[in-house]
Nanobody, 115 residues
Framework: QVQVVESGGGLVQAGGSLRLSCAAS????????MGWYRQAPGNQRELVAR???????FYAESVKGRFTITRDNAKNTVYLQMNSLKPEDTAVYYC?????????WGQGTQVTVSS
């Protein structure tokens, strides 16, 4: 069993910042990738950013230069620092954890950016 718990969403004005956190626990030996996805109403879930155990990162073009993903391997936690937020960043943000090719998801946290 793997548990994934996100926190840190909320309401912010355009141009503001938020920091999301995601903690994984349970049978997470050999956990490798951790990442953030988002899903806006009427849209498919899309990859925002991901990070490997060694620290290699990938970002969606829409968030490059504004979002930063980091990871604390000792705490099995991944963070998403979101700066210069735009109304189009409004979505439910989901954390994903990959353990031996199995993907586990958190319950999601709402991020709303007002104009």
């Amino acid at each position: 069993q793997v548990q994934v718990v996100e926190s840190g969403g909320g309401l912010v004005q355009a141009g503001g910042s938020l920091r999301l956190s995601c903690a994984a626990s349970g049978s997470i030996f050999s956990m490798n990738r951790m990442g953030w996805y988002r899903q806006a109403p009427g849209n498919q879930r899309e990859l925002v950013a991901r990070i490997t155990t060694s620290g290699s990162t990938f970002y969606a073009e829409s968030v490059k230069g504004r979002f930063t993903i980091t990871r604390d391997n000792a705490k099995n936690t991944v963070y998403l620092q979101m700066n210069s937020l735009k109304p189009e960043d409004t979505a439910v943000y989901y954390c994903s954890v990959t353990v031996r090719d199995a993907v586990y998801w958190g319950q999601g946290t709402q991020v709303t950016v007002s104009s």
